[in-house]
């Protein structure tokens, strides 16, 4: 009888070429889940205080959620953690794909690499025997060519390969890691991190079982998912795309809001993937416009340019949906592009954050550059999400005369000149000429250039904002500015405590109103205690590698009950949330002992956050209230207001103990 995970991790050392397991206590997994959990303790553990990021002390780890591979559906997700190069505390970034069961299929929950190779190297694991191997041939291919090669070299589809394009290579920290042919775990700037250790890919393909406790338990749980998941169906296949867009149109001028419930998110997200919000997002003000300083309704309109991005066109290029390991939902696509000037035989379905970063940020509606830039990223291994808002922060340089033509090496670059743009990505994927100093990402590019450009580098602590505006959802503020990895929209916000529908899974919490007065929606009273829950809940999730749009089906997804069954535990619901905050804390704590104070070092750029307040759209007027906002997540969660850190007392009952004296002596 098994009890879902492997209980064993890999340590791998590329400047001695020594290669180690660890046992790992049953204690620990019930303490920390694996995935993130597990991850966030060993890089506390391990990463000494002040490692050089890009240095051989920095410790590159790969982990699978505790969930993967054990019959329990949308639990399919993996993390790449380690000391960002971007931010200087606690980097992680999650993709999916099928590269999660493939870690512990190879016999272990987590590989972690330390140290630096003299050559380039893969790390492989076929069938249980670890090695390390020559990828001199390999160094410079792009990460879809270098794939190819190495499931041809390894033997075929069982092989699942992790790998940096030329971005990582070159030490870009934008750079994410590589998987299924361009899907990327994007964020944190750790391709650069592999690159850095001169790590082109692991390649892994094995045969362990996943053992569960309760193999019966799982199936009825599947089964009862199922009826709901399936119900509806024919009649989702017949909504329009349009639809969505009229609800963003809607949105726009509505005085009232209301509380979004799975079905719709199911529906949405089944039939279109994330584009679905292209239009809808770019309508109502969630997205960023014109590097947050505009409006889609009036600079980027539905008429001449985000119905050019609606996702009904880019469904119409596509040959083939995908699904991830254990996902019904089947929200990802290939395409194909035969004609324009961008052709292309086989490439990714852009998603909605590539589509806003290189459409509504930057007013480009030319949905065949789109395609041009997302495949020119997935290959190089460089985030679309910091790519997009870098090429803004230059636009913008560009129209105040602090960067000229001559500076852009030629480049006209004014608002949504896609030609430009493809030019732009070109340049800085390989690190050539104004592409060198804009390939680490708008704070360091600002610094470089200088002359007040820093007013324009759209950021949170180092990392560039996503296509989610703030001031559109303040709850996503605190998201930015307080959690251990700034800047990213997949942790928490007011519209995910409405969809996770947590007063469903933890008795005690209160109810979101389904319907509320748009200004209600900027009175933070009261709504610090359902943040809070949710960065917890979203912890525990990451560390069971759930997928966050399972989260989005309003606790339908019985996630608490597949971990019970799995491992045989009897945890109740709040045990997983105190597991969730225990996550939470370490990866907060290890910011802390690298000297960071997220209330600080963690702000973002004002303009995000409605200082000066927009002059016109939806929201017009909006200035969000940083100081209580973060005041009373801290005070939610156990934090320091102060600092943004958990607070001794916190941390000691949570039995943090090597966490509070790092941090308090």
């Not at 397991?21 to 959990?37: C, D, H, M, N, T």
């Not at 949405?268 to 770019?282: D, E, H, K, M, P």
């Not at 963690?602 to 973060?630: C, E, I, T, W």
Request: charged share 25%.
């Amino acid at each position: 009888m098994g009890n879902g995970y492997m209980g064993k991790v890999l340590h791998v050392d590329l400047s001695s070429g020594s290669i180690r397991e660890e046992q790992i206590a049953p204690e620990v997994y019930k303490r920390f889940l694996s995935g993130a959990g597990l991850a966030a303790k060993v890089l506390f553990d391990t990463i000494p205080p002040g490692a050089d990021p890009l240095g051989s002390e920095n410790v590159l780890g790969f982990a699978s959620g505790l969930l993967t591979g054990t019959g329990a559906f949308m639990t399919g997700r993996w993390m790449v953690v380690a000391k960002s190069p971007l931010t200087g505390g606690y980097g992680e970034a999650n993709c999916g794909g099928a590269f999660s069961p493939a870690i512990k299929r190879s016999g272990y929950d987590a590989i972690f690499v330390r140290g630096v190779s003299p050559k380039p190297v893969c790390l492989r694991i076929l069938d249980g025997k670890a090695e390390i191997t020559d990828a001199a041939h390999l160094w410079g291919k792009d990460a879809v060519e270098a794939e190819r090669l190495l499931i041809e070299e390894h033997g075929g589809k069982r092989v699942r390969v992790a790998v940096i394009g030329q971005a990582g290579e070159r030490g870009s920290k934008i750079s994410g890691v590589v998987h299924d042919r361009g899907r990327i775990a994007a964020r944190s700037g750790l391709g650069a991190v592999m690159g850095s250790k001169r790590l082109k890919a692991v390649v892994l393909a094995g045969k362990e079982p996943i053992e569960v406790h309760d193999p019966e338990r799982i199936k009825d749980l599947n089964e009862t998912f199922m009826k709901w998941f399936k119900a509806g169906e024919s009649f989702e296949r017949r909504v329009p795309s349009g639809f969505f867009s009229l609800m963003g149109r809607f949105f726009r001028v509505s005085p009232v809001g209301m509380a979004q419930d799975g079905a719709l998110a199911k529906m949405a997200f089944r039939q279109f993937g994330t584009i679905v919000t292209n239009v809808l997002s770019s309508e109502s003000g969630d997205s960023p416009v014109k590097n947050w300083k505009g409006a889609g309704y009036r600079d980027f309109p539905i008429q001449t340019h985000s119905g050019n991005l609606d996702p009904k066109r880019i469904i119409a290029r596509q040959v083939r949906k995908y699904h991830c390991f254990s996902c019904p939902m089947g929200c990802g696509g290939l395409c194909r592009v035969e004609s324009g000037p961008y052709p292309l035989e086989e490439t990714h379905k852009p998603e909605y954050e590539t589509c806003c970063s290189f459409g509504a940020l930057i007013l480009n509606n030319d949905l065949d550059a789109i395609f041009k830039i997302n495949d020119m990223l997935n290959r190089a291994g460089m985030d679309t999400i910091s790519a997009g808002v870098t090429v803004a922060f230059a636009m913008e340089c560009y129209e105040n005369g602090i960067l000229s033509r001559q500076d852009l090496d030629g480049i006209d670059l004014s608002w949504g000149n896609a030609a430009g743009v493809v030019r732009l990505v070109q340049k800085m994927i390989d690190r050539e000429g104004i592409g060198d100093v804009l390939a680490d990402g708008v704070k360091e590019a600002s610094r470089r250039i200088g002359k007040g450009s820093e007013r324009f580098a759209m950021h949170a602590g180092g990392q560039e904002l996503p296509m989610h505006d703030a001031r559109f959802d303040p709850g996503l503020l605190v998201a930015y500015e307080l959690e251990p990895t700034p800047g990213r929209h997949t942790n928490v916000c007011y519209q995910w405590t409405e969809l996770f529908a947590m007063h469903k899974i933890f008795p005690g919490l209160p109810k979101p109103p389904q319907f509320y007065r748009i200004r209600e929606k900027y009175n933070p009273a009261g709504k610090e205690v359902l943040m809070a829950a949710g960065s917890k809940y979203v912890q525990a999730a990451n560390g069971l590698g759930a997928c966050l749009f399972g989260l989005y089906l309003s606790a339908r997804l019985p996630l608490f009950e597949y971990a019970n069954a799995a491992t045989g535990w009897t945890f109740a619901p709040r045990d997983y949330l105190e597991i969730g905050e225990r996550i939470q804390a370490v990866r907060q704590g290890f910011n802390g002992r690298e000297g960071l104070k997220p209330i600080q070092d963690f702000s973002m750029n004002p303009r995000a956050a409605g200082h000066p307040p927009l002059a016109y759209g939806p929201l017009k007027g909006v200035s969000l209230d940083r100081q209580r906002l973060n005041r009373d997540f801290c005070r939610a969660m156990g934090w320091d207001e102060g600092t943004g850190l958990p607070t001794k007392a916190r941390l000691d009952a949570l039995g943090l103990a090597e966490v509070s004296r790092a941090l308090y002596g």
